[in-house]
């Protein structure tokens, strides 16, 4: 098949994907089964997204193991040509029978590999659906973490050749010829170190995602803050994620840290589990034994709609004495000072057309009343609905601290610049100077998908809330 037509054939099955899932997400859109649609057809472009990205890798990556068919020199592959002749320097000629078999053995060993990697990363989704249990399943470990790589590889890859192309501009108008062209030469090398800073990274991050989250400890300053509300321990846990990744035993280990920490509320603020009750109930049950004199408190994130039967979760939460603010707010009394703790739906919410279910932060806030003695505290799994809400004077001036998640940090480093593109707030305590309202952003204490996470990125946060020094 020339490259011309599987480009073709590319451009064809993409506007076919588009036009059925578009399709059926307009005969289904007043129905159940929208979430659905919209999971398989975002799961479809994204497969689309990862044949580029795969066939990017394959080529960038394949001639730095192909071995010359009719001299058997090596291309180049410094690390393995020194791993079979570690006495021999690269380009010399493969003279014998034996060291001939040996090298194009290996050759198309590492091919396989190569091919086998990218494979896995193709079938990651299905393990949302499949061998799904209390605990996380290898094989969806696997297939997980080779997403990861590819996520890094595909970054890593596309800098080296922009680079390169850059510098082939510079040698055609013959600026820093010599330069360039040692840059030229070296090409294969430049490919080896994207793909093992790309190794180092997801094995840094592996590493962090499977440690224990880090407890990061904020002082939180209040304006007009009554006596009865100093020192207020709120224990802000977001991004739970449990599901092919993420099981009981991990949950449990989060719920004996967060119990620990003898918070007066607890917070969860949303994507709780990416899968369903029947399925990851067992895994989530843990949550039952969290402990906090003024309850536990819970509001969706966007990973609740995705899987469109979030209502299931709600009542599995309250089962577990865990009260979801479902655009609505509870008053808790502390000595003669009221808290007023509101929650609303994710933003994600309306478009996702779970019935029943969109942000309403008017709604939510109703009944709430900033005086002296009383504090208002929102819950709001994205950064960019605080922002919303912030801009919306009338409400917002109103609001003493608002919690949230939904950004990762980041996650991986690779997507650290687009998050803080895409979000109105990224990670930690942030003032907004119109309204004076303190918003906090925890990069959550799981990850989503792959099992890896920036270094000291998996958190549970302990807010205490103080007054705030006067300037």
């Not at 880090?214 to 006596?227: A, G, K, Q, R």
């Not at 980041?410 to 119109?434: I, T």
């Amino acid at each position: 098949m020339s490259v011309s037509q599987a480009v073709s054939g590319y451009l064809i099955a993409a506007l076919l994907t588009q036009f059925l899932f578009g399709s059926l997400r307009f005969i289904f859109r007043e129905t159940y089964a929208y979430p659905v649609m919209v999971r398989i057809h975002t799961f479809a472009n994204l497969q689309l997204v990862m044949v580029i990205a795969s066939y990017f890798i394959w080529s960038q990556l394949k001639p730095a193991i192909t071995v010359s068919e009719s001299n058997y020199y090596l291309n180049f592959n410094p690390l393995i040509f020194w791993f079979i002749y570690p006495s021999v320097s690269d380009g010399v000629r493969v003279e014998t029978n034996f060291m001939r078999w040996r090298t194009v053995c290996l050759d198309d060993i590492v091919k396989a590999f190569l091919l086998l990697f990218l494979i896995l990363t193709h079938i990651w989704f299905l393990y949302f659906y499949i061998r799904v249990g209390e605990e996380p399943d290898f094989l969806a470990m696997v297939s997980l973490t080779a997403l990861a790589l590819i996520i890094h590889l595909t970054a890593f890859l596309t800098i080296v050749v922009c680079f390169h192309r850059i510098c082939r501009i510079f040698l055609a108008f013959n600026i820093a010829p010599d330069f360039t062209r040692h840059v030229l030469e070296k090409a294969m090398l430049h490919r080896g170190i994207a793909f093992f800073a790309a190794v180092i990274l997801v094995a840094g991050g592996l590493y962090t995602a499977m440690s224990a989250p880090s407890i990061v400890n904020v002082d939180v300053p209040i304006e007009n803050l009554s006596d009865a509300h100093q020192g207020l321990k709120i224990a802000l846990i977001t991004d739970v994620h449990i599901g092919p990744s993420v099981g009981r035993s991990r949950v449990q280990h989060i719920v004996g840290l967060t119990n620990e920490l003898n918070p007066d509320i607890i917070a969860i603020s949303g994507d709780l589990a990416d899968g369903f009750v029947e399925n990851l109930g067992v895994a989530a049950s843990p949550l039952r034994f969290l402990k906090a004199p003024y309850g536990s408190y819970f509001v969706t994130g966007n990973h609740e709609y995705i899987h469109g039967r979030v209502d299931d979760w709600l009542k599995f939460l309250r089962n577990c004495g865990i009260k979801p603010l479902h655009n609505e707010n509870v008053k808790i009394s502390i000595n003669d000072s009221s808290l007023c703790l509101a929650g609303v739906d994710d933003l994600f919410a309306e478009s996702s057309r779970v019935p029943g279910h969109k942000m309403d932060y008017k709604k939510a806030l109703k009944g709430c009343s900033n005086t002296t003695n009383n504090l208002i505290i929102l819950l709001t799994h994205q950064p960019n609905a605080a922002r919303l809400v912030l801009n919306d004077k009338s409400v917002g001036t109103n609001i003493d601290l608002i919690l949230s998640g939904h950004t990762h940090g980041g996650q991986m480093y690779v997507f650290v610049p687009l998050v803080y593109v895409l979000n109105a707030f990224v990670r930690g305590l942030y003032r907004d100077p119109e309204t004076g309202t303190q918003v906090y952003v925890s990069a959550g204490v799981n990850y989503f998908g792959p099992p890896v996470k920036m270094f000291f990125s998996c958190e549970i946060i302990l807010l205490k809330l103080v007054k705030a020094v006067s300037s």
